[in-house]
């Protein structure tokens, strides 16, 4: 079956520098990858849109000169957490549906733990 | 905010069939119900989803309302690897469709 790996599965990392997780969908092309932030015991919370060749699509709240997303080829997409902060510790999910299929579900990947020190 | 309303928390014995409830009563003609589920520290996994009709795969069954507002996911015969938070989405199923998820249900099996 389809498959989204993500990676790093866990980073920590010093307050102040930037961190790049990277999505990979392995055996399909994706012309949109979801990012997702969940802290404990809370449910997953949509951050942006990437999308394949152009800017993504963050959503209200979410700061796009912090979290940076790179969206180059069909298969990539990477999300930067610029100057991190302890704040910024949480579990991020990126996430992926083939684009040439219909009524599909959605992949997700292993998730990365950040954990800014 | 989500389209669907769970229960936050059931309990279930290990071997008995779990059912989770969910209201959609929103949903729109062109959208499914999907299913997943979340085990800890873990990326959401799929399940299943349906328009209208039941659906069964090897992981579970789909009991959807005649008028779609409400489902039910049915896990047979539960055990205790089947520990995790389900969520229930109202999706397009479109690849450019964001899911928006809820709080969805920790269903807890035990021994």
């Known amino acids: 079956g389809a498959v989204v790996s993500q990676h790093p599965s866990r980073v920590i990392c010093k307050s102040g520098t930037s961190v790049k997780i990277e999505c990979r969908s392995l055996d399909f092309q994706a012309t949109t990858m979801f990012w997702y932030r969940q802290f404990p015991k809370q449910s997953l919370m949509l951050m942006a849109t990437s999308n394949e060749g152009s800017k993504a699509t963050y959503e209200q709240g979410v700061e796009k000169d912090k979290f940076l997303i790179n969206h180059a080829s069909l298969t990539l997409s990477t999300l930067t957490v610029t100057s991190a902060h302890p704040e910024d510790s949480s579990f991020y999910i990126c996430?992926?549906?083939?684009?040439?299929?219909?009524?599909?579900?959605?992949?997700f990947g292993q998730g990365t733990r950040l954990t800014v020190v | 905010d989500a389209k669907t309303t769970q229960p936050p928390s059931m309990d279930c014995a290990e071997g008995r069939a779990a059912n989770l409830p969910c209201n959609h009563s929103t949903i729109s003609g062109n959208e499914y119900v999907y299913w997943y589920r979340q085990i800890h520290s873990q990326g959401p996994q799929y399940i299943i989803h349906?328009?209208?009709n039941n659906e069964t795969n090897e992981m579970a069954s789909l009991i959807i309302t005649e008028d779609r507002k409400s489902s039910t996911l049915i896990l047979p015969h539960a055990t205790l690897r089947d520990t995790a938070v389900y969520y229930c989405?109202?999706?397009?199923?479109?690849?450019?469709?964001?899911?928006?998820f809820g709080k969805g249900t920790l269903l807890t099996v035990n021994p």
């Open positions: 996430s992926a549906r083939p684009a040439d299929r219909k009524n599909t579900e959605a992949f």
């Open positions: 989405i109202v999706d397009s199923g479109g690849s450019n469709y964001k899911l928006t």
């Open positions: 349906g328009l209208k």
